[in-house]
């Protein structure tokens, strides 16, 4: 087949021109004719490893000998010295034939994508629906790339490593220019057809670019158009290849990033990633006890039904104000975890500086934000996210309650606590084991439930013992009458007592805390059993009530009061009791319906009253 004949650049602006004109539009700019050399389908060709932000040379500048590069303007004197420099020259980006058989190259187009400006009418081509700001270059004179072959394209000197083919030239007035420092692209096409793209710095793609450092997809992986869309799976280059210090490996195969592939005991294998909802945000310990470097953590509930792996796992966290952080796993090693398991992602790995737990990955630097959003990202996909408050105090983590502990459940910041239990690390939590129950749920048997909350009025104060023969001991208690149709539980219930102070007091258990309807119920503090109630009926340490003066008592459940009585100064070893025909929330706001104990009853042996019993009749 004869080869056409091609346009000279006076011809080709005068169809261009014309073809705008045509069309209405404007700006018309100069592209090479990409004729059709290259035999090329899509994923042919990887790009498999960018340097969009090369380090200057200016920064090695030391004396007159060392400054020497090309591209850096010096002037040098015994007392001064000046040094100005930028990245050209320096960029490439490195391509892999992953086909099975050589492939021709010759006038396919590379494309320099960069994100639209405000208010830009630059060329665009199209990347996930959305445009990008695009200049092309078509390869020349380039020949066949070998299969599973890597090359090189920069805008350096042929033959000055790492160079296989430079398009810093502009000729044909082809203005590819520099790579984007920050968020950028790179797209390669075939007669018109895509045949790669790969994205960086923007969401998605692969990370922002670090300055010497080039942007590689993982090693243990070999490059794939498909795997290469994956951000999750490219790192930074960390091998040296010239004099300036520059890092990564162009023309080779990259090194390993743990992220698609990772060491599991001396063996490479996949990384076995996390899908959506398999692991679920269960608990955070955003605000330690003094300096946080370190200290903080996250852990997550495995709900996957075999083991995944944290390589590569990307930790979201987003204050209230909407600011935003971000930090990666990075391990070669494989960071299995177990289903069923808790484990924990923490900002150091050494339990002497985190508090004394064990974490199962580290997403380096750390720092979370007390109370906001907090997500486990994966390239495009978010494994999970939740809504959660800030901690109630410092060296305190916020629990999801066991109740709510799916990937829904943590959307809603209610469904957190703050943690109760002491003693697994230097903190209040449960890094690492289930969490504890929240306020106003208990364990009935086998089921996490609601308790039964009382409503007003259902629960009535009919007897106060605030005044034992010394010492005390642990022996004050009041009673409570079960005015409700229905049992009600105790979880969660506040008592206060107040005079010009006020001390409080929560029943706290894990289990349902049932009363029947009609009983009477005895709270006390921890030696009411020595004094032979029978039965000793305990639900909460209720130590030391006020004595000396008139006090009140009230019963609380989430603020809302339940009932409130008041009583005189107590007479020692004698209860005040309400009279045993008025049991109710208003009856005993009455000071009238009141009187001391004149006998012990129920197996009362520490002086006068009836704990857990009806009342004796008042003189």
């Given at each position: 087949?004869?080869?056409?004949?091609?346009?000279?650049?006076?011809?080709?602006r005068?169809?261009?021109?014309?073809?705008?004109?045509?069309l209405?539009?404007a700006?018309?700019?100069?592209?090479?004719?990409?004729?059709?050399?290259?035999?090329?389908?899509?994923?042919?060709?990887?790009?498999?490893?960018?340097?969009?932000?090369?380090?200057?040379?200016?920064?090695?500048f030391?004396?007159?000998?060392?400054?020497?590069?090309?591209?850096?303007?010096?002037?040098?004197?015994?007392?001064?010295?000046?040094?100005?420099?930028?990245?050209t020259?320096?960029?490439?980006?490195?391509?892999?034939?992953?086909?099975?058989?050589?492939?021709?190259?010759?006038?396919a187009?590379?494309?320099?994508l960069?994100?639209?400006?405000?208010?830009?009418?630059?060329?665009?081509?199209?990347?996930d629906?959305?445009?990008?700001?695009?200049?092309?270059?078509?390869?020349?004179?380039?020949?066949?790339?070998?299969?599973?072959?890597?090359?090189?394209?920069?805008?350096?000197?042929?033959?000055?490593?790492?160079?296989?083919?430079?398009?810093?030239?502009?000729?044909?007035?082809?203005?590819?220019?520099?790579?984007?420092?920050?968020s950028?692209?790179?797209?390669?096409?075939?007669?018109?057809a895509?045949?790669d793209?790969?994205?960086?710095?923007?969401?998605?793609?692969a990370?922002?670019?670090?300055?010497?450092?080039?942007?590689?997809?993982?090693?243990?992986?070999?490059?794939?158009?498909?795997?290469?869309?994956?951000?999750?799976?490219?790192?930074?280059?960390?091998?040296?290849?010239?004099s300036?210090?520059?890092?990564?490996?162009?023309?080779?195969?990259?090194?390993?990033?743990?992220?698609?592939?990772?060491?599991?005991g001396g063996?490479?294998?996949?990384?076995?990633?996390?899908q959506?909802?398999?692991?679920?945000?269960?608990?955070?310990?955003?605000?330690?006890?003094?300096a946080?470097?370190?200290?903080?953590?996250?852990?997550?509930?495995?709900?996957?039904?075999?083991?995944?792996?944290?390589?590569?796992?990307?930790v979201?966290?987003?204050?209230?104000?909407?600011?935003?952080?971000?930090?990666t796993?990075?391990?070669?090693?494989?960071?299995?975890?177990?289903?069923?398991?808790?484990?924990?992602?923490?900002?150091?790995?050494?339990?002497l500086?985190?508090?004394?737990?064990?974490?199962?990955?580290?997403?380096?630097?750390?720092?979370?934000?007390?109370?906001?959003?907090?997500?486990?990202?994966?390239?495009?996909?978010?494994?999970?996210?939740?809504?959660?408050?800030?901690?109630?105090a410092?060296?305190?983590?916020?629990?999801?309650?066991p109740?709510?502990?799916?990937a829904?459940?943590?959307?809603?910041?209610t469904n957190?606590?703050?943690?109760?239990?002491?003693?697994l690390?230097a903190g209040?939590?449960?890094p690492?084991?289930?969490?504890?129950?929240?306020?106003?749920?208990?364990?009935?048997?086998?089921?996490?439930?609601?308790?039964?909350?009382?409503?007003?009025?259902e629960?009535?104060?009919?007897e106060?013992?605030?005044?034992?023969?010394?010492?005390?001991?642990?022996r004050?208690?009041?009673?409570?009458?079960?005015a409700?149709?229905?049992?009600?539980?105790?979880?969660?219930?506040?008592?206060?007592?107040?005079?010009s102070?006020?001390?409080?007091?929560t029943?706290?258990?894990?289990?349902?805390?049932?009363?029947?309807?009609g009983?009477?119920?005895?709270?006390?503090?921890?030696?009411?059993?020595?004094?032979?109630?029978?039965?000793?009926?305990?639900?909460?340490?209720?130590?030391?009530?006020?004595?000396?003066?008139?006090?009140?008592?009230?019963?609380?459940v989430d603020?809302?009061?339940i009932?409130?009585?008041?009583?005189?100064?107590?007479?020692?070893?004698?209860?005040?009791q309400?009279?045993?025909?008025?049991?109710?929330?208003?009856?005993?706001?009455?000071?009238?319906?009141w009187?001391?104990?004149?006998?012990a009853?129920?197996g009362?042996?520490?002086?006068l009253?009836?704990?857990?019993?009806?009342?004796?009749?008042?003189?």
């Amino acid at each position: 087949m004869s080869r056409p004949a091609r346009e000279d650049s006076a011809t080709r602006r005068a169809r261009c021109a014309a073809t705008l004109l045509g069309l209405g539009l404007a700006g018309c700019a100069e592209q090479a004719d990409i004729g059709a050399g290259c035999d090329l389908v899509y994923g042919d060709l990887v790009i498999s490893e960018v340097m969009p932000n090369p380090d200057d040379p200016c920064d090695q500048f030391i004396d007159q000998q060392s400054c020497t590069h090309p591209s850096v303007d010096c002037s040098w004197s015994e007392t001064s010295a000046t040094c100005s420099g930028d990245d050209t020259g320096r960029e490439w980006f490195e391509i892999y034939n992953a086909s099975a058989a050589p492939r021709r190259l010759d006038r396919a187009v590379i494309w320099r994508l960069s994100e639209v400006p405000a208010g830009s009418s630059c060329r665009t081509q199209l990347v996930d629906g959305a445009p990008w700001c695009a200049a092309d270059h078509t390869l020349r004179g380039i020949g066949t790339l070998p299969p599973r072959a890597y090359f090189v394209l920069g805008d350096g000197v042929v033959g000055v490593a790492p160079v296989d083919y430079s398009y810093g030239d502009n000729q044909e007035n082809e203005n590819f220019g520099g790579l984007t420092n920050t968020s950028g692209g790179i797209r390669i096409t075939c007669r018109g057809a895509e045949i790669d793209t790969m994205v960086w710095g923007a969401s998605g793609g692969a990370p922002e670019p670090e300055e010497g450092r080039s942007v590689a997809l993982d090693g243990g992986l070999v490059p794939d158009a498909l795997l290469n869309d994956q951000g999750e799976l490219w790192c930074a280059g960390n091998e040296g290849y010239d004099s300036i210090g520059n890092r990564g490996t162009p023309g080779a195969v990259n090194n390993l990033c743990g992220r698609g592939a990772c060491d599991d005991g001396g063996t490479s294998r996949s990384v076995v990633a996390p899908q959506v909802g398999e692991l679920v945000i269960s608990e955070v310990f955003a605000n330690p006890a003094g300096a946080d470097a370190g200290l903080e953590w996250l852990e997550v509930r495995v709900t996957a039904a075999a083991p995944v792996d944290l390589n590569g796992l990307t930790v979201r966290t987003v204050s209230s104000g909407g600011t935003t952080r971000r930090y990666t796993i990075d391990s070669l090693s494989c960071l299995s975890v177990a289903p069923g398991s808790y484990a924990l992602i923490g900002a150091s790995a050494d339990p002497l500086t985190n508090g004394g737990v064990t974490v199962a990955a580290v997403a380096e630097g750390l720092t979370l934000y007390d109370g906001g959003t907090l997500a486990l990202e994966r390239g495009r996909a978010v494994i999970d996210e939740a809504q959660f408050p800030a901690a109630s105090a410092e060296g305190t983590s916020t629990s999801l309650s066991p109740r709510f502990l799916s990937a829904s459940g943590n959307d809603d910041p209610t469904n957190f606590c703050p943690a109760t239990t002491s003693g697994l690390f230097a903190g209040t939590g449960t890094p690492g084991t289930a969490n504890d129950v929240c306020p106003g749920d208990c364990w009935d048997g086998p089921t996490l439930r609601p308790a039964l909350r009382p409503a007003a009025g259902e629960l009535v104060i009919t007897e106060v013992y605030a005044r034992p023969s010394s010492p005390e001991n642990g022996r004050d208690w009041l009673e409570l009458y079960v005015a409700g149709a229905q049992a009600v539980e105790l979880n969660g219930l506040e008592i206060v007592n107040t005079t010009s102070t006020t001390r409080r007091w929560t029943l706290a258990s894990d289990n349902c805390l049932s009363v029947a309807p009609g009983s009477f119920v005895l709270l006390g503090g921890s030696g009411v059993a020595a004094e032979g109630v029978t039965p000793a009926v305990v639900f909460g340490a209720v130590d030391s009530m006020l004595n000396g003066s008139a006090a009140t008592l009230a019963l609380r459940v989430d603020g809302a009061t339940i009932d409130e009585m008041a009583y005189p100064a107590a007479t020692t070893s004698t209860s005040w009791q309400l009279r045993p025909e008025i049991l109710t929330a208003a009856g005993n706001d009455e000071s009238g319906n009141w009187c001391l104990a004149t006998a012990a009853g129920n197996g009362f042996t520490g002086g006068l009253g009836s704990p857990g019993a009806a009342n004796g009749v008042c003189p």
